[in-house]
């Protein structure tokens, strides 16, 4: 099983919510987001269930920015892992 995740939208708003698709082998299996200063982040299944601050902090479930490339760390791809039954 592979989990990526892939920002959504070309903009971004200073002040606004960045978010990403998580996928799952290339299939959409929620939405993550964060505010611009990752002081509140939180993630939508697409079976309706939300939760807010997943894993405690935003930088404890992205990792990379700047020159690299986002990814889930692997404290995020464990809850994952835990809310999808594996």
Sequence with gaps: MSLTMERVGDDLNSFGNYKYRILENGRL???Y???Y??????IDFLN???ELWPV???IEFVEG???EPLTL???AVAYLNSKLGR
């Design 73 to 75: 760390s692997e404290k």
């Design 33 to 35: 987001w964060h505010d």
């Design 37 to 42: 200063r990752g002081d509140e982040h939180g």
């Design 48 to 50: 309706g269930t939300s």
């Design 29 to 31: 299996i929620a939405h």
């Design 65 to 67: 920015g700047g020159p």
């Design 56 to 58: 405690g902090r935003m």
